[in-house]
């Protein structure tokens, strides 16, 4: 029996990359999808074996879409397969559910043994990002913020709105706003007042000084 796949990216190229190299005997590409609420609709008619996914798509989060395709169609595998290989994108992606996350420059060969594996059950993990998740247990207590995340963090416990932390550092008001949604995912909140509630529960903003 092949394994039946869906293939999920915003990037019409990339689709039918992905599909040219999933030719043949072992595997059915049964769907497409170029966003998470399309991929939803499609994993639910066609009951797909493994769905190999981008992870910054429009409209969705793919923690978001990995967590509802666990939910509604229990025993999917999921495959990420993007470009980003942070602990922003890593960790929600594993957390909710993943059986896999892999680098879009895999080689061919590579990516079709790893479907295979995801279709067993198997975890499957780029070098890269198997290193990120090593970091991360033995550091298990140790949310880690980059220099300028601190920075920015710190402001916004001062009060600043992102123009003004943007003048400050000499930054876009876009770039502050990827540094904080960097710093929602790695502390695991949704708002700005609650990064800095645990920023200063886990030490990593101590107490104001008279400074």
Not at 76 to 83: A, C, G, N, W, Y
Not at 182 to 208: G, I, M, W
């Given at each position: 029996?092949?394994?039946?796949?869906?293939?999920?990216?915003?990037?019409?190229?990339?689709?039918?990359?992905?599909?040219?190299?999933?030719?043949?005997?072992?595997?059915?590409?049964?769907?497409?999808?170029?966003?998470?609420?399309?991929?939803?609709?499609?994993?639910?008619?066609?009951?797909?074996?493994?769905?190999?996914?981008?992870l910054r798509m429009p409209k969705m989060s793919g923690g978001e879409v990995i967590r509802r395709l666990r939910e509604q169609?229990?025993?999917?595998?999921?495959?990420?397969?993007?470009?980003?290989?942070?602990?922003?994108?890593?960790?929600?992606?594993?957390?909710?559910?993943?059986?896999?996350?892999?680098?879009?420059?895999?080689?061919?060969?590579?990516?079709?043994?790893?479907?295979?594996?995801?279709?067993?059950?198997?975890?499957?993990?780029?070098?890269?990002?198997?290193?990120?998740?090593?970091?991360?247990?033995?550091?298990?207590?140790?949310?880690t913020l980059s220099p300028r995340e601190l920075e920015v963090l710190r402001l916004?416990?001062?009060?600043?709105?992102?123009?003004?932390?943007?003048?400050?550092?000499?930054?876009?008001?876009?770039?502050?706003?990827?540094?904080?949604?960097?710093?929602?995912?790695?502390?695991?909140?949704?708002?700005?007042?609650?990064?800095?509630?645990?920023?200063?529960?886990?030490?990593?903003?101590?107490?104001?000084?008279?400074?």
């Open positions: 029996m092949p394994i039946r796949m869906i293939i999920v990216d915003d990037h019409p190229v990339v689709r039918d990359g992905l599909r040219g190299i999933f030719t043949g005997d072992e595997f059915e590409v049964v769907g497409e999808a170029a966003d998470g609420p399309e991929a939803l609709v499609v994993a639910l008619r066609t009951n797909p074996d493994v769905v190999l996914m981008d169609t229990p025993g999917i595998r999921v495959l990420v397969l993007t470009t980003f290989d942070d602990d922003a994108d890593v960790l929600p992606a594993i957390e909710q559910g993943a059986t896999g996350y892999l680098l879009k420059d895999t080689p061919r060969a590579d990516l079709r043994r790893a479907v295979q594996a995801a279709a067993r059950g198997e975890t499957v993990l780029s070098p890269s990002v198997t290193g990120v998740l090593m970091h991360r247990v033995r550091t298990p207590e140790q949310r916004i416990a001062r009060g600043a709105t992102n123009r003004e932390i943007a003048a400050k550092l000499f930054i876009t008001e876009a770039t502050v706003k990827t540094h904080l949604l960097h710093v929602f995912a790695k502390l695991q909140v949704n708002d700005r007042a609650a990064a800095v509630a645990t920023a200063y529960e886990t030490s990593l903003l101590k107490p104001a000084t008279n400074d």
